[in-house]
C-alpha cells in the first residue's frame, strides 16, 4: 500500500459533535484534504492518505478514533462475513508476530450473535496468514497491534482498521481521577461549541479532575491532544516507511507551542479533586498556565480580570447522574437553623444569584456556558438561555446552554438551534 494513496478514512465522534468536528478537520488537514471531509452520523468521512491519518491522531480533539475502511458489501449471515474478511490481503497490515482483535458495531443487523460475528473476522484473518505463512497471529484483548472493526447494517458490513488503538480521548495525561469523570473529548466539544479559542479567560469552578481548564490550556497553548501518547499505527506495516514523517509531525507540533495570552482558572469545592487537577496539569506540561483553587462556587468571587478582556465560565456541574452535589447547595436549614444534606436542588438558583452578585460587574462582561440533562434548568436558575447545543454526556443526553452574563439583566432572547 503506498503512503500516498488515498483511503476512505472515518473519524467518528459523539452524537451531536459531527458538524464541530468537521469544522476542526478542515482547519489543520491539507487544502486538498479538508474539500473532501464530510460530516456524516456518528462521525465525519474523508478521503486522505496514510500520512493525513497519522496527523488526525495527532491533532483531533473531538474524534474518538481514525479508522480505515478496506472493503464494503452486502451480506445475509456469518459466512458472507467470513467471505468479505478473505478479500482483505491481511499481509499489508500484519505479520503473524503481530496481534488483533475484532470489535463489532450494529445498526439493525438481522444478525444474532455479534460475538459470532467477530469470531468469523478472527478466523478468516487467522487462516489467510497461516495459509501464506505457515503461521497465525494471536489475539490481544487490551493492546492489540491490529484492532480491526467490523460495522454490520441492515444489509451491508464493512470492515476498518483502527489506527489509533486506544480511544482518542486518552490523552496520555489523566490518572488522578474522581467520580464520573468528564470525557478529554466532550470538554473539547464543549470549549468548541463556545467557541473558546483562547481569546478570552475561562473560569471552571466545577473542574473536578480538571478536564475542562486542561483541554483549554492545550488549546490556549495550541498543544497538540495526541502528542503524549502511543498509537496503533506505529506497529502496523503500512506505516513503518512513515516513521521519519512522524518523528517530523511530532516535532513540529512540539516547536509550535507557546504560552497562552489569557487567564485561566480552575476551582472546586472538594480539596483532594484540585489536587488531583493540579497533578494532571502537571503531566499535561500545563499547570503553570491554570490558577487552582479550592472553595464552593457559590461563595468564590469572580476572578479579577484585565480591563477589556471578556470571560467565559465553561463548567459540567454535579448532577443526579452522575455525582451528588456538595459544599452549600447540599444543605438545608430547618427552623431551628440546623442543616441536614438534601438532594442539591437549591445549587442552581443560588448559583444564578451569585452570578449576578460577582460576574455581572465586569465592564468587558462574563458568558457562562453549563452542560446539563436538566431541560428546565434556565427556569431552575431563573435566568434565560441564550444558546442551548445538544450535547451526550456518555449515555447521557444533555444540552450546554449559554448565559450572557450583563449588567442590570442577564435575560436575552433565546436563540433559535436547529433541531429543537
Known amino acids: 500500500m503506498p503512503p500516498s494513496s488515498k483511503l476512505s478514512l472515518f473519524v467518528p465522534c459523539a452524537s451531536g459533535v459531527e458538524p464541530l468536528l468537521e469544522a476542526e478537520l478542515k482547519a489543520f488537514l491539507p487544502p486538498g484534504v479538508r474539500s473532501k471531509v464530510q460530516a456524516l ?5 474523508l478521503q486522505g492518505s496514510l500520512e493525513d491519518a497519522m496527523r488526525i491522531n495527532l491533532e ?7 479508522l480505515v475502511e478496506l472493503i464494503e458489501d452486502p451480506y ?20 503473524p508476530q503481530h496481534t488483533l482483535r475484532v470489535d463489532v458495531t450494529a445498526q439493525r443487523s438481522p444478525l444474532q450473535s455479534l460475538n459470532f460475528a467477530a469470531l468469523r473476522i478472527k478466523d478468516a484473518i487467522c487462516d489467510q496468514l497461516r495459509e501464506h505463512t505457515g503461521e497465525r497471529p494471536s489475539v490481544d484483548t487490551s493492546r492489540p497491534d491490529l484492532p480491526v472493526v467490523l460495522h454490520v447494517g441492515p444489509e451491508r458490513a464493512a470492515l476498518y482498521v483502527d489506527t489509533s488503538g486506544e480511544p482518542l480521548f486518552k490523552r496520555g495525561w489523566r490518572i488522578d481521577k474522581g467520580d464520573a469523570p468528564l470525557k478529554e473529548t466532550l470538554a473539547a466539544a464543549m470549549l468548541a461549541a463556545a467557541e473558546w479559542r483562547g481569546d478570552s479567560a475561562l473560569h471552571d469552578p466545577c473542574c473536578g479532575s480538571g478536564t475542562i481548564p486542561i483541554e483549554a490550556a492545550l488549546i490556549a497553548t495550541d498543544t497538540a491532544p495526541g502528542l503524549q501518547r502511543r498509537f496503533a499505527f506505529e506497529r502496523q506495516l503500512p506505516f513503518q516507511k512513515l516513521r521519519a514523517a512522524w518523528g517530523e509531525m511530532t516535532q513540529a507540533a512540539r516547536a509550535r507551542i507557546h504560552p497562552p495570552s489569557v487567564p485561566i482558572y480552575a476551582s472546586d469545592v472538594a480539596f483532594r479533586m484540585v489536587d488531583f487537577a493540579r497533578r494532571n496539569a502537571e503531566r499535561a506540561g500545563v499547570a503553570q498556565y491554570i490558577q487552582f483553587n479550592g472553595g464552593d462556587a ?17 463548567m459540567n456541574p454535579p448532577y443526579g447522574e452522575r455525582i451528588e452535589v456538595r459544599g452549600k447547595a447540599a444543605l438545608t ?29 465586569h465592564e468587558a462582561g462574563w458568558t457562562a456556558w ?3 440533562p436538566d431541560m428546565k434548568l434556565p427556569s431552575k436558575m431563573r435566568l434565560k438561555e441564550s444558546r442551548r447545543v445538544p450535547m451526550w454526556n456518555g449515555p447521557i443526553e444533555c444540552r450546554l446552554f449559554r448565559f450572557d452574563l450583563v449588567k442590570g439583566s ?5 436563540e433559535p438551534v436547529e433541531g429543537e
Do not use: N
Open 41 to 45: 452520523r456518528g462521525g465525519c468521512g
Open 60 to 66: 483531533t480533539r473531538l474524534g474518538q478514533r481514525v
Open 76 to 95: 445475509r449471515h456469518e459466512d458472507d462475513l467470513y467471505a468479505l474478511a478473505l478479500r482483505v490481503d491481511w499481509r499489508d497490515w500484519i505479520t
Open 298 to 314: 457559590l461563595e468564590r468571587p469572580a476572578p479579577a480580570l484585565p480591563e477589556g478582556l471578556r470571560g467565559s465560565i465553561l
Open 333 to 361: 436549614r430547618d427552623a431551628g437553623g440546623s442543616e441536614a444534606r438534601d438532594g442539591g436542588d437549591d445549587f442552581f438558583p443560588r448559583l444564578a444569584a451569585h452570578w449576578k452578585r460577582q460576574y455581572t460587574q
Open 370 to 372: 453549563m452542560l446539563s
Open 410 to 414: 442577564a435575560r436575552k432572547p433565546a
